[in-house]
């Protein structure tokens, strides 16, 4: 763990200041030099006298200038008074274009002192984004699996798996059995470190197994590279491992993209040694996944370590999320920084044929140094590490805490979770969901088939409910409130983490909108954020959803359903005449037929209306529900809070229909806003209705 120290901005334009004032006054004409120099100098006397606005225009020219003539380092300077002029006014907007224009200058002249102002970009970028709940299992695939479409050894279809570092946890240890007890879950597998010169850690195997996890395993050639031969003790350790027959994270030589461990420095010998690595364990341990794992910074300097795609399993990453850097409040305040744009760039370049791993990592709620308590942002943090995280990137699948107190050393910062109770408790209710997965196996997805995919702009739709999780980020850092509307009404409002709601499928029908204004601290409402959201009625058949290419809609006041889909999963059979348009189904002995825009239905040869004409939608043959239910035999409900056609097709209820007369009108038409109960049922002939109606008078007599 380690965290990197950057150049300073006022270090680098003081640099390149100096830099750029001597090819002024040395290596350009005074013809040339004269009207660049006056603005320069004009900019400077205006900053000088306290009206950096009056620079403004001299710095934009100047940049303009530097940047036409291929002096990147010039135009990036002057992008850094005017980023640092405009985030100090908090004109966030104006700051975030000039920060990542300054950056791309640094890079176009051959150096990362932009990683800096990205940061800072980021820091005071606004976001209001949001994820909602579906069971859509085919787009939740879709999205959690790489381009090529092959998961990799232990990768979840979609999902992420937790895991947590124990051993210095006064109420776990490395007895890990004891995970459900202290957190409220199992975690699916646990990180012990240990020296690469060591014999294989058989205990923290036999307790993971113990606890029915798998293991990551950090392996730290501490004594150098060259110490890495194909040689008995590598495979000895190899065969160790697969002797424990559980799931292994081999985490090799991690961090390799860092001055502070003795294994950075040559990116080919690295390669080389973890390559050899990788095929003793292919030979001798199948159960061991291969991890690479660079620490998040310094960014730009990872790629080269890279062994490649055929020797890597997971790609994961370090990072830490903590007030100031290296705890110390004497460098940069780190307040402003989330852990979510952090795995951006990692995200970008390997996910797409790796799942990603977040190896250890924690977030500081007391800075030992200038003894802070950090409870708030710890909080939001925690919120944003487990619940966002694994939205925004449904290619991240496992996430590992480090549950330390690191009191006397390191970045002396407090990431124990134990000694928060606030902490604690959230993380424990986060991790609780069946979205974070408790066991290693092969191509494992939440027992409830529930993730979660982004809102957009045009059109998003749930069936039965839904759970809306806002991913908000504001300049002023904490969020005071969060409120939900949908259609202009106030549905809830939330000041702490884990902020969200659960919407059902009845308070949001078609063309509704769902609007979050956000506040901060000061009571300022800060950002506001419309997304279009709509509940499509669902269909259960004997208890299974049912997914329709055409969904049911209302029209008139009746719930239309795809007639050849239901016929269909009735066990029904269905023909199509064109020229009549006109669907008959048939089942045993009945036989239904129905023309598009008529009302009128031939059962067996008697007439039934219908209440709303079959009507084409995109394509698609879409009657009354309660006719396509009803037609053979079935039972047909209406759940007006999950918006939800419920459809039973018993024997008992086939023969029950069977027997039937003509069904009236009435009993056709299927509401949402039916008032006589929350469950609408199947109407009965008038012999039953009577025998109905008579014995809930005895019923009642009786109870009287």
């Given at each position: 763990?380690?965290?990197?120290?950057?150049?300073?901005?006022?270090?680098?334009?003081?640099?390149?200041?100096?830099?750029?004032?001597?090819?002024?006054?040395?290596?350009?004409?005074?013809?040339?030099?004269?009207?660049?120099?006056?603005?320069?100098?004009?900019?400077?006397?205006?900053?000088?006298?306290?009206?950096?606005?009056?620079?403004?225009?001299?710095?934009?020219?100047?940049?303009?200038?530097?940047?036409?003539?291929?002096?990147?380092?010039?135009?990036?300077?002057?992008?850094?008074?005017?980023?640092?002029?405009?985030?100090?006014?908090?004109?966030?907007?104006?700051?975030?274009?000039?920060?990542?224009?300054?950056?791309?200058?640094?890079?176009?002249?051959?150096?990362?002192?932009?990683?800096?102002?990205?940061?800072?970009?980021?820091?005071?970028?606004?976001?209001?984004?949001?994820?909602?709940?579906?069971?859509?299992?085919?787009?939740?695939?879709?999205?959690?699996?790489?381009?090529?479409?092959?998961?990799?050894?232990?990768?979840?279809?979609?999902?992420?798996?937790?895991?947590?570092?124990?051993?210095?946890?006064?109420?776990?240890?490395?007895?890990?059995?004891?995970?459900?007890?202290?957190?409220?879950?199992?975690?699916?597998?646990?990180?012990?470190?240990?020296?690469?010169?060591?014999?294989?850690?058989?205990?923290?195997?036999?307790?993971?197994?113990?606890?029915?996890?798998?293991?990551?395993?950090?392996?730290?050639?501490?004594?150098?590279?060259?110490?890495?031969?194909?040689?008995?003790?590598?495979?000895?350790?190899?065969?160790?491992?697969?002797?424990?027959?559980?799931?292994?994270f081999l985490r090799y030589a991690s961090e390799m993209n860092g001055n502070w461990v003795v294994w950075?420095?040559?990116?080919?010998?690295?390669?080389?040694?973890?390559?050899?690595?990788?095929?003793?364990?292919?030979?001798?341990?199948?159960?061991?996944?291969?991890?690479?794992?660079?620490?998040?910074?310094?960014?730009?300097?990872?790629?080269?370590?890279?062994?490649?795609?055929?020797?890597?399993?997971?790609?994961?990453?370090?990072?830490?999320?903590?007030?100031?850097?290296?705890?110390?409040?004497?460098?940069?305040?780190?307040?402003?920084?989330?852990?979510?744009?952090?795995?951006?760039?990692?995200?970008?370049?390997?996910?797409?044929?790796?799942?990603?791993?977040?190896?250890?990592?924690?977030?500081?709620?007391?800075?030992?140094?200038?003894?802070?308590?950090?409870?708030?942002?710890?909080?939001?943090?925690?919120?944003?590490?487990?619940?966002?995280?694994?939205?925004?990137?449904?290619?991240?699948?496992?996430?590992?805490?480090?549950?330390?107190?690191?009191?006397?050393?390191?970045?002396?910062?407090?990431?124990?979770?134990?000694?928060?109770?606030?902490?604690?408790?959230?993380?424990?209710?986060?991790?609780?969901?069946?979205?974070?997965?408790?066991?290693?196996?092969?191509?494992?997805?939440?027992?409830?088939?529930?993730?979660?995919?982004?809102?957009?702009?045009?059109?998003?739709?749930?069936?039965?409910?839904?759970?809306?999780?806002?991913?908000?980020?504001?300049?002023?850092?904490?969020?005071?409130?969060?409120?939900?509307?949908?259609?202009?009404?106030?549905?809830?409002?939330?000041?702490?983490?884990?902020?969200?709601?659960?919407?059902?499928?009845?308070?949001?029908?078609?063309?509704?909108?769902?609007?979050?204004?956000?506040?901060?601290?000061?009571?300022?409402?800060?950002?506001?954020?419309?997304?279009?959201?709509?509940?499509?009625?669902?269909?259960?058949?004997?208890?299974?959803?049912?997914?329709?290419?055409?969904?049911?809609?209302?029209?008139?006041?009746?719930?239309?359903?795809?007639?050849?889909?239901?016929?269909?999963?009735?066990?029904?059979?269905?023909?199509?005449?064109?020229?009549?348009?006109?669907?008959?189904?048939?089942?045993?002995?009945?036989?239904?037929?129905?023309?598009?825009?008529?009302?009128?239905?031939?059962?067996?040869?008697?007439?039934?209306?219908?209440?709303?004409?079959?009507?084409?939608?995109?394509?698609?043959?879409?009657?009354?529900?309660?006719?396509?239910?009803?037609?053979?035999?079935?039972?047909l409900d209406w759940d007006s809070k999950a918006r939800k056609v419920i459809i039973k097709t018993s024997?008992?209820?086939?023969?029950?229909?069977?027997?039937?007369?003509?069904?009236?009108?009435?009993?056709?038409?299927?509401?949402?806003?039916?008032?006589?109960?929350?469950?609408?049922?199947?109407?009965?002939?008038?012999?039953?209705?009577?025998?109905?109606?008579?014995?809930?008078?005895?019923?009642?007599?009786?109870?009287?």
């Amino acid at each position: 763990m380690k965290l990197f120290g950057k150049k300073t901005s006022h270090f680098k334009k003081g640099l390149a200041t100096c830099m750029v004032a001597s090819m002024l006054l040395s290596g350009a004409s005074a013809v040339q030099a004269d009207p660049i120099w006056d603005r320069w100098q004009a900019a400077e006397k205006a900053n000088k006298n306290g009206h950096p606005e009056l620079a403004v225009p001299d710095w934009k020219f100047l940049v303009d200038h530097y940047a036409s003539i291929g002096d990147w380092q010039g135009a990036a300077l002057f992008c850094g008074w005017l980023d640092e002029y405009y985030d100090k006014i908090q004109d966030y907007e104006n700051a975030i274009y000039y920060y990542e224009l300054e950056n791309m200058y640094w890079l176009k002249d051959g150096k990362d002192w932009g990683a800096v102002d990205l940061q800072r970009a980021e820091q005071i970028r606004t976001i209001t984004d949001v994820y909602m709940s579906t069971s859509d299992v085919e787009v939740l695939k879709k999205q959690g699996a790489p381009v090529s479409g092959k998961l990799a050894k232990y990768e979840p279809e979609y999902g992420i798996y937790i895991g947590m570092y124990s051993e210095q946890d006064p109420a776990m240890g490395n007895n890990f059995v004891k995970s459900q007890s202290v957190y409220g879950s199992k975690h699916a597998h646990y990180l012990a470190y240990t020296p690469y010169d060591a014999p294989f850690p058989k205990q923290y195997a036999t307790n993971a197994k113990q606890a029915g996890a798998g293991l990551q395993i950090a392996w730290e050639p501490s004594n150098g590279l060259d110490s890495v031969q194909d040689n008995a003790h590598l495979r000895e350790w190899a065969r160790a491992a697969k002797a424990t027959g559980i799931p292994i994270f081999l985490r090799y030589a991690s961090e390799m993209n860092g001055n502070w461990v003795v294994w950075h420095g040559d990116p080919q010998k690295y390669i080389e040694k973890f390559r050899l690595v990788h095929d003793v364990m292919a030979e001798e341990a199948p159960n061991v996944a291969m991890v690479w794992s660079p620490g998040d910074v310094p960014a730009y300097s990872m790629d080269v370590y890279y062994p490649g795609d055929d020797y890597v399993d997971w790609v994961g990453v370090n990072m830490y999320t903590e007030p100031y850097e290296n705890g110390n409040p004497a460098t940069a305040n780190m307040q402003s920084t989330s852990p979510i744009e952090r795995l951006d760039y990692l995200y970008k370049t390997y996910s797409d044929r790796k799942p990603l791993m977040i190896s250890e990592t924690a977030v500081s709620h007391f800075a030992h140094i200038p003894q802070e308590s950090f409870t708030d942002y710890g909080l939001l943090n925690l919120h944003r590490l487990y619940q966002i995280m694994p939205l925004k990137y449904p290619r991240l699948k496992s996430i590992n805490y480090f549950n330390v107190d690191l009191k006397d050393r390191e970045s002396r910062n407090n990431y124990l979770l134990g000694d928060n109770e606030a902490m604690k408790n959230l993380y424990s209710s986060m991790i609780t969901a069946p979205f974070y997965l408790k066991k290693v196996e092969q191509g494992s997805k939440p027992a409830d088939s529930v993730g979660h995919i982004k809102l957009n702009d045009k059109q998003n739709s749930f069936q039965g409910k839904t759970q809306i999780t806002p991913w908000v980020k504001i300049p002023d850092l904490y969020i005071h409130q969060i409120d939900y509307f949908i259609n202009g009404k106030l549905i809830e409002s939330q000041s702490n983490p884990p902020f969200g709601i659960e919407l059902n499928a009845d308070q949001v029908p078609e063309g509704s909108t769902l609007q979050l204004n956000i506040y901060n601290r000061a009571g300022y409402q800060v950002a506001s954020k419309s997304y279009p959201l709509s509940a499509d009625i669902s269909v259960t058949i004997d208890g299974k959803l049912q997914k329709y290419e055409q969904a049911p809609v209302i029209r008139e006041g009746s719930t239309l359903a795809p007639l050849r889909a239901i016929f269909e999963s009735m066990g029904a059979t269905v023909d199509w005449d064109a020229s009549t348009q006109t669907a008959t189904g048939r089942k045993g002995g009945t036989s239904v037929s129905l023309r598009v825009g008529e009302r009128k239905v031939i059962k067996n040869g008697q007439t039934i209306e219908l209440e709303v004409p079959a009507q084409l939608i995109n394509g698609y043959t879409m009657a009354p529900a309660r006719f396509i239910g009803e037609a053979f035999g079935g039972v047909l409900d209406w759940d007006s809070k999950a918006r939800k056609v419920i459809i039973k097709t018993s024997t008992t209820t086939s023969m029950l229909h069977d027997s039937q007369a003509p069904v009236s009108s009435t009993s056709m038409l299927l509401t949402p806003h039916d008032q006589r109960s929350e469950t609408v049922t199947t109407s009965l002939s008038g012999r039953l209705v009577a025998a109905f109606l008579l014995t809930w008078k005895n019923v009642i007599m009786a109870v009287s």
